[in-house]
């Protein structure tokens, strides 16, 4: 009992929903781009594969650097993406 009171509803929701596709044949994974600025090198961008940067200012000082599965990227980052359509990371 004590570990079902520690699941979080969207990780149950998560489960349902892979279960589900698992039996629909579907098992894709939402996808994330990451952008790079080589004068922040800190400091990375996320945002839904092949949105691009259309909403940013300086866009054109962003680089592809390649894509993220969900999994692959801490949940609070996933959420903020989904929010606000982007998130920014420090890089390690």
């Not at 781009?33 to 961008?45: A, F, M, V």
């Amino acid at each position: 009992m004590e570990m079902i009171a520690a699941v979080s509803v969207s990780s149950l929701l998560e489960a349902i929903w892979l279960v589900s596709n698992l039996n629909n044949g579907d098992v894709s994974m939402q996808e994330y781009d990451l952008y790079l600025n080589p004068q922040k090198p800190s400091i990375g961008l996320y945002v839904l594969k092949g949105a691009g940067l259309p909403d940013l200012a300086d866009a054109n000082d962003w680089i592809y650097d390649g894509s993220a599965l969900q999994d692959e990227l801490p949940p609070d980052l996933v959420r903020s993406i989904e929010t606000t359509g982007h998130a920014f990371r420090e890089m390690d």
